[in-house]
């Protein structure tokens, strides 16, 4: 039977106090009135087998139990009913009751010894008297009619509530399970003894799920969703836990030593052929319980590995790496995001921009490096930030700590910092941005994938921090809404490539096109290119022969501390004599 809803438990217990209060109810009655029967003490008997059988129903409703029950109750009708005379009364209507609710209470079912002895109790005062009273015949059929319509309506009334729960609690496309279902499931496996060991959740999310519905149809990407599930399934197992959490997103519980293998697999899974249409996936991790003790704290944190394994791109895979998001106190995640907060911790690394023409460094870009428990990556403390609502906090504490290397910076050079556009308008970002003497040589990177064109008083913020020496740059162009419209409404002096237009540029003759358009507008408008994530010669000479004077990447160099280095290393210098077929923007002034 497993376990019972607790609709169906209370539905039961119901039926089995009622049955148990009938058979009480005769007890008292044949006590008050010996003459309800020819053998009261037999009778009572009988009736204090149904009360016993119903205390089982209501203290022990499960397979074994009931099966018991099922064979001790009917031995009660053959006191009360097959040792008697054919009277019908008041005891036989009781006892008629009793049976029904009996039938009730345990779902429907009638076993075949029951009925058989039920049955033969009936059959036996004819077989005594050799005849039937119509009373008696009447009787008869109201239990076999009794009988069949309870079970029958019990079982039917069983399913359809199976069946209502089964859909409530699973997807209707996918039959993965609902979120509320697979967050109670979570919380059951959390809620496990402290022992157990190998549990992980797992959180996949499909990359560009939604091109799938405009470029195929959703009916394609229904098929989509449903072969993700089946592959999922496939991956965990049957001891596996997989829900549909989201339209593209997927929750897993497993029970495995290498969690980190297993997204992998997963990863190919859902890349070993062309039936996803292309899609692939990124995959958070968090640990059963050194993660969390509960669904939402689990969830919480898987989130935050998801969206690290996004932001480093397609189909990668992230632990959760920091204090725990439930713990109270300096053991807990929100306190430590605190304290980086507060500049404890909080530090500044920078790379290099370099002219490929000269060889010589353009810029620097401030890059926030975390010294704080658990992890030191960047992307998992801004992951964090969004978690407990402190994004904006973080960034402006990033963007003071960054401003003080503007006037300490080696001569000649700018210096890059990255802020998300909507900040631009916030008090504590112009406080910020008041403290240096001189923001001359500052360039504010736009990094939040918004458009800011609607956004009441940016283009007069903008202008007023043009006229204190403030240059813009677009960041990411390429991906997410940093586009042209983003071009347009900011009117950035620089314009940053990103990695996913970069990587493979020397084989991709599209990308070369639209690079070479945007490096028309930007020769028009007085801007320049910069191409970030630049990591193989053969990028870096494609890029030249465009015409993109301004490159950043592990190719040119690394981050480093401050200042470490004001020029680019001696190894560098010949990324001035990579011939250009194309001509170069100009960098006057800089």
Known sequence: MGHLPDEVLRARRTASVARATLA????????????????????ASGFAIIAATAGVQMAMPHTDWLKLEESLAPLSAVL????????????????LAAV??????????????????????????LLRDGTITLAYGGLILAAIALLLTCGRMTRELRGMLDRARYAAN???????????AFRDRLDAVAAGPDERRNLAVLLVDLDNFGAINKASGHATGDAVLTSVVRRLGEAVGEDGIVGRLGGDEFGLVVCDPDPMALARRILERLGVDGELHGSSACVGIALIPRDGHDAETLLRAVDVALRVAKRTGRRHVSFYAGEPLSAPGARGAQEALERLIEGDGLTMAVQPIVTTSVGRTHAYEALARFQARGTSNPLHWFALADEFGLRDELEVACLQCALKLLSTRPEGTLLSINLSGPL?????????LA????LDGLILELTENSLLEDTPGLHAKISQLQAAGVR????????????????TTVRPTYMKLDRSLIRGIDADPARGA????????????????????????????????????????????????PWSQSEVRPEHARLALVPSAAPRAALAGY
């Open 435 to 438: 403290e240096p003497e001189s």
């Open 424 to 432: 631009l308008l916030d008090q504590r970002t112009e406080a910020v």
């Open 100 to 125: 029904a609710c009996g039938v009730i209470a345990r779902g429907g079912r009638v076993g075949g010894v029951g009925r058989a002895l039920l049955m033969s109790s009936l059959a036996l005062p």
């Open 514 to 561: 639209l690079i070479s358009a945007l490096l028309g507008y930007a020769r028009q408008t007085g801007g320049h290119i910069i191409a970030e994530g630049v990591e193989t010669e053969a990028e870096l000479e494609a890029l030249t022969q465009l015409g993109v004077e301004l490159v950043q990447g592990f190719l040119v160099a690394r981050p480093q501390s």
């Open 24 to 43: 009480l109810v005769a007890v008292v009655l044949l006590a008050a009135d010996h003459g309800l029967t020819t053998m009261p003490v037999v009778c």
């Open 170 to 180: 699973h997807d209707g496309l996918t039959g993965a399970l609902s979120r509320a």
């Open 472 to 487: 813009f740059a677009v960041d990411d162009m390429g991906a997410g809404y940093s586009g042209l419209r983003q071009m």
């Open 80 to 95: 009360i009913i097959g040792l008697g005379p054919q009277r019908v009364g008041v005891l036989s209507i009781l006892w």
